[in-house]
């Protein structure tokens, strides 16, 4: 069972930025396939990653919303993926959750996703 613990939520004004991270202690994340998902307020979570990464070979994908705004760095020395987030928009507000697996799916879709952490949650207000 692989353990997944969030941090970097919080509130911030529109425009700006936050880091998320995401660390597995006691699980190396090396092979892993590392998405982020989010679940705005009265929403359903959606469906497939705002981003994710494939730790084996480091290829990466970003959902429509986040391309050119957010970037997935993984560092493997401290066994954490993060979600820097630029140009942050009050539709980014949401409670966003790391999870991983083994292997790749195209876009990576929350049903390809075992583990889960418990999401760290994001304001984007003035």
């Known amino acids: 069972e692989v353990q997944l613990v969030e941090s970097g939520g919080g509130l911030v004004q529109p425009g700006g930025f936050l880091r998320l991270s995401c660390v597995a202690p006691?699980?190396?994340?090396?092979?892993?396939?590392i998405g982020w998902f989010r679940q705005a307020p009265g929403k359903e979570r959606e469906e497939v990653s705002i981003s994710c990464i494939d730790s084996s070979d480091g290829r990466t994908y970003y959902a429509d919303s986040a391309k050119g705004r957010f970037t997935i760095p993984y560092d493997n020395a401290k066994n954490t993926v993060y979600l820097q987030m630029n140009s942050l928009k009050p539709e980014d507000a949401a409670v966003y959750y790391c999870a991983a697996d083994l292997g790749y799916d195209n876009h990576c879709p929350y049903y390809s996703m075992g583990y889960w952490g418990k999401g760290t949650l994001i304001k984007v207000s003035s």
């Open positions: 006691g699980d190396p994340l090396e092979d892993y396939t």
